[in-house]
């Protein structure tokens, strides 16, 4: 009796410690897939994120409706490139010697010796890619691809024009991106499309006809489709609403109640962001992707100092260390283990961006030497 007891316990054991492995198997398969928006210069009160109504961005809105939004995001520098580098390392700058902007210095860019997420990622079988702006090094040992990225699309520099000025539907207010109200162009000027020459497939330079902000969508959705069926890692650093103050008729007539100019190109390139946002998200919900990816969208620094953006209710903006320079939106999503709608007022920082992601990913970011730490037990 005693042995057909323990004969049936012990075949129940083994029953529940099988079931027990396999879900543990079929969690390991389940990574989140991830997608890191890092959009450029947007403003704390440029978007619907926190209740402002400057501009109407539903999308970004409904990304924070859906997910957590976080009331105190911090970067860790008020300008483009330090703030680039401690994302993607997940430390602080001046540990590494990248705290200013590697433009001024030739074969300058983030240390060989930093590792990024995307090389962690990498270990982790995770398919990793990269559309936007790099400006971390322009050298070819500085190069996305050589820095843990499986693909890339986009320009290496800090910024390019969005689009040929010569076009029918573009609307113009800065011509050139290294100098605001520059005058615009005529076709045979030695200056014209000077900067459209900057995006790379890869190593490859090319010639891109769409408006920058639509092509970076576009290559996004392209990537998202292509690498639907493995973990992928898609970091997604748009130029928009980065200067030069460039954009199309289909953004533009959005705003025709807009009597300022600069205010009404600013707030159609902020709405061509906020579609392309949208059209990603609706490329995840048609592939069934939405509720295991992780979502994480977050400015590089606040607006610049200008009559356009919107850094309210902060002090300053850009290039400055007041609460308008590095408090910024920040807004995470992932639908399988996130709170929908909830906003968390305690300080955060992109430095916290790495080891949440590695670990959500399986990695184990309490071996690394990183100035952040995991959110998702907050």
């Known amino acids: 009796?005693?042995?057909?007891?323990?004969?049936?316990?012990?075949?129940?054991?083994?029953?529940?410690?099988?079931?027990?492995?396999?879900?543990?198997?079929?969690?390991?398969?389940?990574?989140?897939?991830?997608?890191?928006?890092?959009?450029?210069?947007?403003?704390?009160?440029?978007?619907?994120?926190?209740?402002?109504?400057?501009?109407?961005?539903?999308?970004?809105?409904?990304?924070?409706?859906?997910?957590?939004?976080?009331?105190?995001?911090?970067?860790?520098?008020?300008?483009?490139?330090?703030?680039?580098?401690?994302?993607?390392?997940?430390?602080?700058?001046?540990?590494?010697?990248?705290?200013?902007?590697?433009?001024?210095?030739?074969?300058?860019?983030?240390?060989?010796?930093?590792?990024?997420?995307?090389?962690?990622?990498?270990?982790?079988?995770?398919?990793?890619g990269m559309v936007g702006k790099w400006h971390l090094g322009s050298a070819n040992q500085f190069h996305p691809i050589n820095r843990g990225f499986d693909s890339f699309f986009g320009l290496l520099s800090s910024g390019s024009d969005y689009l040929d000025p010569t076009r029918p539907d573009a609307k113009i207010i800065s011509r050139l991106w290294r100098g605001l109200n520059a005058p615009v162009q005529k076709e045979g000027d030695p200056w014209m499309g000077r900067d459209r020459d900057t995006i790379f497939i890869n190593k490859k330079k090319i010639v891109e006809e769409s408006y920058l902000t639509d092509a970076f969508t576009r290559e996004a959705v392209t990537f998202i489709n292509e690498h639907k069926s493995k973990p992928f890692f898609l970091y997604l650093p748009y130029t928009a609403p980065h200067g030069p103050l460039q954009t199309t008729q289909r953004y533009y007539d959005r705003f025709d109640d807009v009597e300022n100019e600069n205010q009404r190109v600013y707030a159609s390139m902020i709405s061509a962001l906020d579609i392309g946002v949208g059209e990603i998200l609706e490329t995840l919900d048609k592939l069934n992707l939405s509720e295991n990816t992780l979502i994480v969208l977050m400015s590089d620094n606040g607006a610049g100092v200008a009559d356009y953006g919107s850094n309210s209710p902060f002090r300053l903006g850009k290039h400055t260390l007041f609460e308008g320079g590095v408090r910024v939106p920040f807004v995470m999503r992932w639908p399988n283990q996130l709170e929908r709608g909830l906003l968390y007022k305690n300080p955060v920082s992109a430095l916290d961006i790495f080891p949440t992601v590695l670990n959500a990913a399986g990695g184990k970011a309490s071996s690394l030497d990183l100035d952040g730490v995991d959110l998702l037990p907050f």
Do not use: W
């Not at 390991?28 to 009160?45: E, S």
């Not at 619907?48 to 997910?67: F, R």
């Not at 001046?94 to 001024?104: I, K, N, S, V």
């Open 1 to 128: 009796m005693r042995t057909g007891v323990f004969m049936k316990l012990a075949f129940i054991i083994l029953i529940k410690v099988a079931t027990i492995n396999l879900l543990f198997s079929a969690g390991a398969l389940a990574k989140p897939n991830v997608i890191l928006i890092f959009v450029d210069d947007l403003g704390y009160c440029d978007s619907e994120i926190y209740g402002c109504e400057n501009v109407p961005t539903p999308n970004l809105k409904k990304l924070a409706q859906d997910g957590v939004s976080f009331a105190s995001g911090y970067v860790t520098s008020p300008v483009c490139s330090p703030s680039r580098a401690s994302l993607l390392t997940g430390k602080y700058q001046q540990r590494f010697g990248h705290e200013f902007l590697p433009d001024a210095l030739p074969n300058t860019g983030l240390p060989e010796s930093e590792i990024t997420l995307a090389t962690k990622l990498q270990s982790l079988n995770y398919y990793t």
